[in-house]
C-alpha cells in the first residue's frame, strides 16, 4: 500500500495502547519468505493470498477471533454465515455500476436469488432512478464517472432527510485505497462489498443490511 | 508469467455451469478490453493521470470477475501508479496487460470450446 505498508501499520497499532491485541489478518498478493516470521514477530493471526476466497477469510476470521472453527460451525447452523436469504423475500435492488461486465455479474447473483433489479450507468443516474422508483436496497459501486459512489450516497440521504428513511446501501469497490471501507461507512453507506463480487458474499452482506436489526441503523 | 491466466475452480464454481452466460460475458470483456486500454495509452500520452487510473481500475474489476489474477494485478500495478501520478514506465506495463489480457481471453475461449464438446 502506498504510504505506509501492512506491517508498518500493524506495528503502529501494536503501539497504540487501546489496541494491542487486536486480531489482524493480513491480505498480500504476494507472499515472501520472510513474511511469515514479520506475521508472527506483529502477532498477526493469518496472511491470506488474494484474491482471498470468501471461506478462507471466513476460516481465518474464525480462528483469529479464538473461536474454535469445528464448535463454531458445529454450534452455529451454516445458514448463518453465509446466507442467501434475504430478510423479507424478494428484494428490489437498484444496481449503480458503469462497467456493463460487472453488472451483468450482479444482475445474475441478484436474479439468483430471486430478487429482481435496475441498472444505473452512474451517479447521477442512481440519483435519478432513486427519485423515481421505489427501491429496497442499492448496490453502488465507488468507481464512476460523471458522479461518483460517495457523492450519489450523500444526495441520496439529503433527499431521504425529510422522509425519515434510510435505504441501506452496500457499497461495491475494488479496493484500491486505504480507508475505503471507512469512507464508505463515513458516506453513509451501511454495507460494504469487495470486487470481485462474489455471489454468496454479495447474499450475505445483503441478508445483514436488510437484517430486522440493521433497518434502524 | 507461469501462473494461470485464471482460476478454473474459483470461476466455475461463480459460473455455475451457466456457459451461455460465461460465453456472453466473455463477448462483452472481448469488446470493451481495447477501448479501456486505448484509453490507458491515451491516457499515459497525454499525462492524464485521471484518465490511466479511472481506465485502469475498470478493467480490474471486470477481469476480477473471471478470477483472472494476473491480469487484476497488472492493472492494479497501473492503477496505483496512476493515482501515485507516476506515468514513467506506463507504457511498458499496458503493453504486459495487453498480452496478458489476449492469453486471458483465449484461455476463456478454450474453455468455453471445451464445454461445447
Request: with cysteine; charged share 25%; hydrophobic share 45%.
Given at each position: 500500500?502506498?504510504?505506509?505498508?501492512?506491517?508498518?501499520?500493524?506495528?503502529?497499532?501494536?503501539?497504540?495502547?487501546?489496541?494491542?491485541?487486536?486480531?489482524?489478518?493480513?491480505?498480500?498478493?504476494?507472499?515472501?519468505?520472510?513474511?511469515?516470521?514479520?506475521?508472527?514477530?506483529?502477532?498477526?493471526?493469518?496472511?491470506?493470498?488474494?484474491?482471498?476466497?470468501?471461506?478462507?477469510?471466513?476460516?481465518?476470521?474464525?480462528?483469529?477471533?479464538?473461536?474454535?472453527?469445528?464448535?463454531?460451525?458445529?454450534?452455529?447452523?451454516?445458514?448463518?454465515?453465509?446466507?442467501?436469504?434475504?430478510?423479507?423475500?424478494?428484494?428490489?435492488?437498484?444496481?449503480?455500476?458503469?462497467?456493463?461486465?460487472?453488472?451483468?455479474?450482479?444482475?445474475?447473483?441478484?436474479?439468483?436469488?430471486?430478487?429482481?433489479?435496475?441498472?444505473?450507468?452512474?451517479?447521477?443516474?442512481?440519483?435519478?432512478?432513486?427519485?423515481?422508483?421505489?427501491?429496497?436496497?442499492?448496490?453502488?459501486?465507488?468507481?464512476?464517472?460523471?458522479?461518483?459512489?460517495?457523492?450519489a450516497?450523500a444526495?441520496?440521504?439529503?433527499?431521504?432527510?425529510?422522509?425519515?428513511?434510510?435505504?441501506?446501501?452496500?457499497?461495491?469497490?475494488?479496493?484500491?485505497?486505504?480507508?475505503?471501507?471507512?469512507?464508505c461507512?463515513?458516506?453513509?453507506?451501511?454495507g460494504?462489498?469487495?470486487?470481485?463480487?462474489?455471489?454468496?458474499a454479495?447474499l450475505?452482506?445483503?441478508?445483514?443490511?436488510?437484517?430486522?436489526?440493521?433497518?434502524?441503523? | 508469467?507461469?501462473?494461470?491466466?485464471?482460476?478454473?475452480?474459483?470461476?466455475?464454481?461463480?459460473?455455475?455451469?451457466?456457459?451461455?452466460?460465461?460465453?456472453?460475458?466473455?463477448?462483452?470483456?472481448?469488446?470493451?478490453?481495447?477501448?479501456?486500454?486505448?484509453?490507458?495509452?491515451?491516457?499515459?500520452?497525454?499525462?492524464?493521470?485521471?484518465?490511466?487510473?479511472?481506465?485502469?481500475?475498470?478493467?480490474?474489476?471486470?477481469?476480477?470477475?473471471?478470477?483472472?489474477?494476473?491480469?487484476?494485478?497488472?492493472?492494479?500495478?497501473?492503477?496505483?501508479?496512476?493515482?501515485?501520478?507516476?506515468?514513467?514506465?506506463?507504457?511498458a506495463?499496458?503493453?504486459?496487460?495487453?498480452?496478458?489480457?489476449?492469453?486471458?481471453?483465449?484461455?476463456?475461449?478454450?474453455?468455453l470450446?471445451?464445454?461445447r464438446d
Open positions: 500500500m502506498p504510504g505506509m505498508d501492512g506491517y508498518e501499520f500493524v506495528q503502529a497499532i501494536r503501539n497504540e495502547s487501546r489496541w494491542p491485541d487486536v486480531p489482524v489478518i493480513m491480505l498480500t498478493s504476494a507472499r515472501r519468505t520472510e513474511d511469515a516470521e514479520r506475521c508472527r514477530e506483529l502477532g498477526i493471526k493469518a496472511n491470506l493470498l488474494k484474491p482471498a476466497k470468501q471461506s478462507r477469510i471466513l476460516d481465518a476470521i474464525i480462528t483469529s477471533v479464538g473461536v474454535d472453527a469445528i464448535s463454531a460451525k458445529h454450534d452455529a447452523p451454516e445458514v448463518d454465515l453465509v446466507s442467501t436469504q434475504a430478510a423479507d423475500g424478494p428484494l428490489h435492488i437498484l444496481i449503480a455500476e458503469d462497467n456493463e461486465v460487472n453488472q451483468k455479474f450482479a444482475l445474475r447473483a441478484l436474479k439468483k436469488a430471486g430478487h429482481t433489479a435496475t441498472v444505473a450507468n452512474n451517479g447521477l443516474k442512481a440519483v435519478e432512478a432513486f427519485a423515481n422508483e421505489r427501491f429496497d436496497l442499492i448496490l453502488m459501486d465507488v468507481q464512476m464517472p460523471e458522479m461518483d459512489g460517495y457523492e450516497t444526495a441520496i440521504r439529503a433527499r431521504e432527510a425529510d422522509s425519515g428513511t434510510a435505504i441501506p446501501i452496500i457499497a461495491l469497490t475494488a479496493h484500491a485505497m486505504k480507508g475505503d471501507r471507512e469512507r461507512f463515513a458516506a453513509g453507506m451501511n460494504y462489498v469487495t470486487k470481485p463480487v462474489k455471489t454468496k454479495l450475505a452482506e445483503i441478508a445483514r443490511v436488510t437484517a430486522p436489526s440493521e433497518s434502524v441503523a | 508469467m507461469s501462473a494461470e491466466p485464471f482460476d478454473k475452480e474459483e470461476l466455475l464454481e461463480e459460473i455455475d455451469d451457466d456457459w451461455e452466460f460465461l460465453e456472453e460475458s466473455v463477448e462483452m470483456l472481448k469488446e470493451d478490453a481495447p477501448g479501456l486500454l486505448a484509453q490507458v495509452r491515451a491516457g499515459i500520452d497525454t499525462g492524464d493521470a485521471d484518465m490511466v487510473w479511472q481506465s485502469a481500475h475498470t478493467i480490474k474489476s471486470m477481469v476480477g470477475n473471471f478470477a483472472a489474477g494476473p491480469a487484476f494485478e497488472m492493472a492494479h500495478g497501473i492503477e496505483t501508479r496512476g493515482r501515485a501520478n507516476d506515468l514513467d514506465t506506463g507504457g506495463q499496458v503493453d504486459q496487460l495487453e498480452s496478458e489480457l489476449q492469453r486471458l481471453t483465449s484461455a476463456l475461449d478454450s474453455l470450446a471445451n464445454a
